[in-house]
């Protein structure tokens, strides 16, 4: 069983991404003592959620900075648990729009080092603009098959996913837009050498904890 092999690897993890799990475990046992059954299942199924990164990234053999799997395990928790058991979209207008902003920001960063990871870390296999608009193509893609996503669920079951319907969906895809236009720049600001220190500290981290996968990489721009 994966959890029973990587359970070292588990307890190794950073601290506030087990108080997370341990919230969740106590929320969850506390739902069962109380018979409140859908809201256990949403505290399981958000601790499952929080392994998927760790787990596809050990099949993958890739290796995630800290802060990267520190800010998912924290998105899964806000998205999942605070938002839906505990209702938080509909006590905060703010939370929705921060969610979706954070994702698409996260997706275009994602985005950026997968676009270069396939050129193996060669800044000039392509120009820097293309580099770019690729991954901001890729995060605008997931946050539009999101809202299909939450259209399908609300369709099929009834859910209230989308609140107030086209309106909601389009504030959520103008905000992927501005989030993922961040991530992309700061990917072209990468590769010319420029851009805030915490990103540009982020892809040098990946990159180094994956050396295998960025085999042309040049640190230093020529």
């Given at each position: 069983?994966?959890?029973?092999?990587?359970?070292?690897?588990?307890?190794?993890?950073?601290?506030?991404?087990?108080?997370?799990?341990?919230?969740?475990?106590?929320?969850?046992?506390?739902?069962?003592?109380?018979?409140?059954?859908?809201?256990?299942?949403?505290?399981?199924?958000?601790?499952?959620?929080?392994?998927?990164?760790?787990?596809?990234?050990?099949?993958?053999?890739?290796?995630?900075?800290?802060?990267?799997?520190?800010?998912?395990?924290?998105?899964?928790?806000?998205?999942?648990?605070?938002?839906?058991?505990?209702?938080?979209?509909?006590?905060?207008?703010?939370?929705?729009?921060?969610?979706?902003?954070?994702?698409?920001?996260?997706?275009?960063?994602?985005?950026?080092?997968?676009?270069?990871?396939?050129?193996?870390?060669?800044?000039?296999?392509?120009?820097?603009?293309?580099?770019?608009?690729?991954?901001?193509?890729?995060?605008?893609?997931?946050?539009?098959?999101w809202e299909i996503f939450e259209f399908a669920m609300d369709?099929?079951?009834?859910?209230?996913?989308?609140?107030?319907?086209?309106?909601?969906?389009?504030?959520?895809?103008?905000?992927?837009?501005?989030?993922?236009?961040?991530?992309?720049?700061?990917?072209?600001?990468?590769?010319?050498?420029?851009?805030?220190?915490?990103?540009?500290?982020?892809?040098?981290?990946?990159?180094?904890?994956?050396?295998?996968?960025?085999?042309?990489?040049?640190?230093?721009?020529?």
């Amino acid at each position: 069983m994966w959890l029973r092999k990587h359970y070292a690897s588990l307890r190794a993890q950073p601290r506030l991404i087990q108080a997370i799990w341990a919230m969740l475990a106590i929320e969850f046992l506390l739902a069962l003592w109380e018979w409140q059954l859908a809201l256990a299942a949403v505290a399981c199924l958000t601790f499952l959620l929080t392994l998927v990164p760790m787990y596809l990234t050990s099949r993958l053999g890739i290796a995630l900075p800290t802060p990267l799997l520190v800010g998912i395990t924290i998105f899964i928790f806000a998205t999942i648990f605070l938002g839906e058991a505990f209702d938080f979209y509909s006590r905060y207008w703010w939370w929705d729009v921060a969610l979706h902003g954070t994702s698409a920001l996260g997706f275009g960063l994602l985005g950026f080092l997968m676009v270069f990871m396939l050129f193996e870390g060669d800044r000039y296999a392509a120009p820097h603009w293309a580099l770019a608009l690729i991954a901001f193509s890729f995060a605008v893609t997931i946050g539009a098959l999101w809202e299909i996503f939450e259209f399908a669920m609300d369709q099929a079951f009834g859910t209230n996913m989308q609140k107030s319907g086209l309106v909601d969906t389009m504030w959520d895809l103008v905000v992927d837009v501005i989030g993922a236009s961040l991530g992309a720049l700061a990917g072209w600001l990468y590769l010319i050498g420029r851009g805030p220190g915490p990103m540009r500290n982020l892809f040098e981290d990946f990159v180094a904890k994956n050396r295998r996968f960025y085999r042309k990489f040049k640190s230093q721009i020529k």
